[in-house]
């Protein structure tokens, strides 16, 4: 082919739009494909230029798709913002839990050694009290006794005037 040929020349002007045109596509949907894979936050800035060889359906379709993708990729956010505060409050009241539960045991503990206390208090009360019964029974035994014994000298005086008035 003769590089001087106006049709070599027209040919090669062609090729060169259909380059310019395919690496302007090839961007636009390496763009497309980075909102898509949703891997970080970025920021699409497409020129004017690059779309202006692009029929307006074309272009039409582009923007409802990424406005798609920025619609998706919201959703997607604001969901992983109420999973990380669902995840926060779970890990509070869990906290909480553990907590309440601690101070449960604590009390419960507190109110072992309490009636560990009143148990020990009671059985001393409980001794203390069979050890007055049994002074009363004995004292009262001994009462007895020293009645007994003194209706017996009553009646031995009672004799041993009698004797002294006989006698004397």
Known sequence: MDITNPKFSEYLEKQKDFLEKSRREENVANAVNHVQSGNEPCTIVIELSILKPWKDKEVEKLMEKLSNQLQKLQEANEESKSVTKASAMKAAAKNEIAAAEQEKLEKERL??????????????????????????????KLREFLMDRGRIVDVLQSNLRRLLLKLG
Not at 111 to 130: P, Y
Request: charged residues 30%.
């Open 111 to 140: 109110a072992q050694k309490a009636l560990g206390e009143q148990e020990q208090l009671m059985d001393a009360i409980v001794q203390e009290s069979m050890k007055l019964q049994q002074e009363a029974d004995e004292n009262s």
